[in-house]
């Protein structure tokens, strides 16, 4: 077994988690002995927000973003004004958390090439960015229990995907007409796939 030290994934650069190589099997595990299994090693690159801040790199959320209040105590978000090809949607509006992104909030933003979700977010609305067709990559945080239908299908150009562990279902289109999505990570918690996802 070959060990393999963690790296921390930067902004703009993945990383991995402390794990084993068997080069016999091609397997990864959690110890020496190869008793646990890992399938994903890899952490992804991305920018950690809190308090509406990247925590490494100090990127700030977004311009433009439009937050809407819900039920007095959160917000959602859409696309307002926004225009840009890399949108960081900040975990936290007038100190209360965002958690939704709004159905269709930000779909047809063509030139969008990058998105960074906080983990304050727990929902992604149906359609949420559907045809965004610049799209090459998403990482969806493990806050995450749900995605919408269509939520990003007709994003051409998106290549990766990984399904948070807290996800259950995949909804109807979630994917459709992703025709460069080659690499999708799917957990074990997902009990059923809808049609044309």
């Known amino acids: ?74 917000y959602s978000v859409s696309k307002g004004t926004f225009n840009g090809t890399e949108l960081i949607i900040s975990d936290i509006y007038n100190g209360k958390a965002v958690t939704h992104i709004k159905e269709y909030g930000f779909s047809s933003c063509s030139g969008l090439t990058s998105i960074t979700i906080p983990d304050s977010v727990t929902s992604i609305g149906e359609g949420a960015f559907s045809g965004c067709s ?7 945080p493990d806050s995450v229990t749900s995605i919408g239908g269509g939520a990003f299908s007709g994003c051409t150009s998106l290549t990766s995907v990984t399904i948070p562990d807290g996800i259950t279902s995949i909804k109807n289109d979630t994917f459709s007409g992703c025709t460069s999505l080659t690499n999708i990570i799917i957990p074990d918690s997902i009990t059923s796939i809808g049609g044309g996802a």
Request: proline fraction near 0%; hydrophobic fraction near 30%.
């Open 1 to 74: 077994m070959q060990h393999v030290a963690r790296v921390e994934a930067t902004c703009t650069t993945n990383g991995n988690v402390e794990y084993y190589h068997c080069s016999s099997c091609n397997k990864n595990y959690q110890d020496e002995n190869g008793s646990v299994e890992i399938k994903n090693v890899i952490l992804l690159a991305g920018h950690k927000i809190k308090d509406g801040a990247c925590t490494i790199c100090k990127k700030t959320a977004s311009e433009g973003v439009k937050y809407t209040e819900l039920f007095g105590r959160i």
């Open 134 to 140: 610049s799209l090459t990559n998403i990482i969806i």
